[in-house]
T-cell receptor, first 118, second 112 residues
Framework: GAVVSQHPSRVICKSGTSVKIECRSLDFQATTMFWYRQFPKQSLMLMATSNEGSKATYEQGVEKDKFLINHASLTLSTLTVTSAHPEDSSFYIC??????????????FGPGTRLTVT | GEDVEQSLFLSVREGDSSVINCTYTDSSSTYLYWYKQEPGAGLQLLTYIFSNMDMKQDQRLTVLLNKKDKHLSLRIADTQTGDSAIYFCAERASGGYNKLIFGAGTRLAVHP
């Protein structure tokens, strides 16, 4: 149980286009999901916290209009990279916290999406 | 502020024990975690420890927590080549959405 999926796993897009990444909790509901990015050989940096039915909370330095987050249901959050540029190329990882167990240790990570912008 | 630090590289011989160290800053952290990441893959939760515990053992893994010094360690007994990966320490921040703050990761290389 407690599986988080991401789609797509890899995407290559041209500079200036937008890309949508989906994060789904497959066997549990999640009111809170988190979006991280990871540059090669670096750590995970939290970009934003996504809450079902409300606006996402962005970390300092992350452009809200650049990285649009929508948490439309208890099992789906999406990250849209708008007008992508080569510097947006990165590994994007989402995680989800099970509804009703927010005070537990549980937070499950997706397998990641590798975005390459050419 | 919140910060997690760990050494960047560790090399051990197969069969030896590996010890990866981590320090954190948030004394109110409720949980501390160790994750493993293999090349090109996502994160795998190895183990976690609640902040009121000093030690947790799970098969080959032993986690030690020193709350006073805000120091966390992960010991891997009988290290195998399959243990070669990057190991991330993370703390669960207090307040807000209790986000996870990650260290830079320790690259463990296991050689024969």
């Amino acid at each position: 149980g407690a599986v988080v999926s991401q789609h797509p796993s890899r995407v290559i897009c041209k500079s200036g286009t937008s890309v949508k990444i989906e994060c789904r909790s497959l066997d549990f509901q999640a009111t809170t999901m988190f979006w991280y990015r990871q540059f090669p050989k670096q750590s995970l940096m939290l970009m934003a916290t996504s809450n079902e039915g409300s606006k996402a909370t962005y970390e300092q330095g992350v452009e809200k209009d650049k990285f649009l987050i929508n948490h439309a249901s208890l099992t789906l959050s999406t990250l849209t990279v708008t007008s992508a540029h080569p510097e947006d190329s990165s590994f994007y990882i989402c995680s989800a916290r099970p509804f009703g167990r927010e005070n537990s240790y549980e937070q499950y990570f997706g397998p990641g999406t590798r975005l390459t912008v050419t | 502020g919140e910060d997690v630090e760990q050494s960047l590289f560790l090399s051990v011989r197969e069969g030896d024990s590996s010890v990866i160290n981590c320090t954190y800053t948030d004394s109110s952290s409720t949980y501390l975690y160790w994750y493993k990441q293999e090349p090109g893959a996502g994160l795998q939760l190895l183990t976690y420890i609640f902040s009121n515990m000093d030690m947790k053992q799970d098969q080959r893994l032993t986690v030690l927590l020193n709350k006073k010094d805000k120091h966390l360690s992960l010991r891997i007994a009988d290290t195998q080549t399959g243990d070669s990966a990057i190991y991330f320490c993370a703390e669960r921040a207090s307040g807000g959405y209790n986000k996870l703050i990650f260290g830079a990761g320790t690259r463990l290389a296991v050689h024969p």
